[in-house]
Nanobody
Framework: QVQLVESGGGLVQAGGSLRLSCAAS????????MGWFRQAPGKEREFVAA????????LYTDSVKGRFTISRDTAGNTVYLQMSSLKPEDTAVYYC?????????????????WGQGTQVTVSS
């Protein structure tokens, strides 16, 4: 089992920035990729970004390209999501996730472990 704990959410004005962190613990030796999804009220959970643990290959959904950056600290078993130029439509609960494969698949069914989520609210 892998436990994931997110932090760094909050309230920010449009155009501002936030940095989310996710610390992994437990059976992290099997973690080969980590990522972020988000879920806005009344909507399905959607893929945001992912990073491969070895090599650092990344994948982003189109709506955040150029504004969000995902990175990882392999020694600290931590993944980050730097969010800039935030928009009201970025408002959602952001979930950290991991999987035992290096493939960066945006489909939710491919991801095994989930954190509890952290709220990000962007005011206009």
């Amino acid at each position: 089992q892998v436990q994931l704990v997110e932090s760094g959410g909050g309230l920010v004005q449009a155009g501002g920035s936030l940095r989310l962190s996710c610390a992994a613990s437990g059976r992290t030796v099997s973690t080969l990729a980590m990522g972020w999804f988000r879920q806005a009220p009344g909507k399905e959970r959607e893929f945001v970004a992912a990073v491969a643990w070895s090599g650092g290959k990344t994948l982003y959904t189109d709506s955040v390209k150029g504004r969000f950056t995902i990175s990882r600290d392999t020694a600290g078993n931590t993944v980050y999501l730097q969010m800039s130029s935030l928009k009201p439509e970025d408002t959602a609960v952001y979930y950290c996730t991991s999987r035992d494969s290096p493939l960066l698949n945006p489909g939710i069914k491919w991801w095994s472990y989930w954190g509890q989520g952290t709220q990000v609210t962007v005011s206009s």
